[in-house]
């Protein structure tokens, strides 16, 4: 089982890097959109000193992996080394495919599909506990050491090298670089959150020891029951509560139907659940 997992997150790693370096090689460097993270600090020096792209992103993550190594431990070295290698060969790689160089003459079409694979590529790295390295290290050095939140740190360095390439770069790349910034941050949440989504239900009836028993025997799901009052008559009883499925909410809202039509049922969309039965196996009893 701890074999596969890390088959899982080593084949997570390597799409994640394949897909955001193909992004940048056929519709990012051709159409000279700006970008942020590594990327977009190398086009800056590739402007200004004329240095290799794919050369200046091996330097720098090589560099940051050994920052990061040191001040974040080995545990997180682990899960950035694969992808300080690999990333910047991709990347080398596409660029010298000729097709990817005309993929599309639409820089709209570019500034789109660099945005969402760059974030579906990110996205799946980030999703198994891993990171690209390079631009991926200084937010977590600076919420180590400053609390100040990852996301704010990713940003802030972002936004600073989209300024910079705004010195060089006409009207138009600015406001599509944009576009893909904007892009990749939403594919990135989307593909962190995809597949762990759970519905949470909880049911008030007079009737809630036939809705436990039918959703604990019938449609095989883990309630906990809490201990409520309700405001109007002042009544003491327990209420339902269970996480489940999106797929079986609605059999599980017909159910309650049948039960109690007129049940008091808060339904809820929930990102995360850990625990028996989700990310444990449910014991047999």
């Known amino acids: 089982m701890k074999l596969l997992h890390s088959l899982k997150s080593v084949t997570a790693v390597l799409a994640g890097n394949l897909i955001v370096a193909f992004a940048i090689a056929a519709f990012i460097l051709p159409k000279n959109l700006i970008a942020g993270g590594t990327t977009g600090l190398?086009?800056?020096?590739?402007?200004?000193?004329?240095?290799?792209?794919?050369?200046?992103?091996?330097?720098?993550?090589?560099?940051?992996?050994?920052?990061?190594?040191?001040?974040?431990?080995?545990?997180?070295?682990?899960?950035?080394?694969?992808?300080?290698?690999?990333?910047?060969?991709?990347?080398?790689?596409?660029?010298?495919?000729?097709?990817?160089?005309n993929m599309t003459d639409d820089i709209l079409l570019s500034a789109i599909y660099a945005g969402i694979l760059c974030g579906l590529g990110v996205g799946l790295v980030f999703k198994?506990?891993?990171?690209?390295?390079?631009?991926d290290i200084p937010p977590l050095l600076l919420n180590k050491h400053f609390r100040i939140p990852?996301?704010?740190?990713?940003?802030?360095?972002?936004?600073?090298?989209?300024?910079i390439q705004a010195f060089f770069s006409n009207t138009e790349q600015i406001l599509y670089g944009l576009i893909t910034v904007f892009l990749t941050s939403i594919v990135i949440n989307k593909v962190m959150v995809a597949g762990s989504n759970k519905m949470q239900l909880f049911i008030i009836s007079k009737k809630y020891q036939?809705?436990?028993?039918?959703?604990?025997?019938?449609?095989?799901?883990?309630?906990?029951m809490v201990n409520v009052e309700t405001a109007y008559e002042g009544i003491q009883q327990q209420a339902v509560l269970c996480v489940v499925e999106q797929r079986k909410s609605h059999a599980i809202t017909e159910v309650i139907q049948k039960i109690d039509p007129y049940a008091f049922v808060i339904i809820g969309q929930i990102h995360e659940v850990a625990g028996e039965g989700f990310t444990l196996e449910r014991r047999q009893k």
């Open 150 to 163: 990852v996301a704010v740190g990713m940003y802030t360095f972002d936004v600073i090298f989209l300024l």
């Open 42 to 101: 190398a086009i800056i020096l590739n402007h200004y000193f004329q240095l290799n792209i794919s050369l200046i992103v091996t330097v720098f993550n090589v560099f940051m992996f050994f920052v990061g190594a040191t001040l974040l431990g080995k545990k997180f070295a682990l899960t950035t080394i694969l992808s300080t290698i690999i990333f910047p060969s991709f990347l080398s790689f596409f660029q010298t495919v000729p097709a990817l160089q």
């Open 128 to 135: 198994v506990g891993a990171s690209t390295g390079g631009m």
């Open 210 to 224: 036939e809705i436990k028993d039918a959703l604990l025997f019938i449609q095989d799901v883990g309630v906990t």
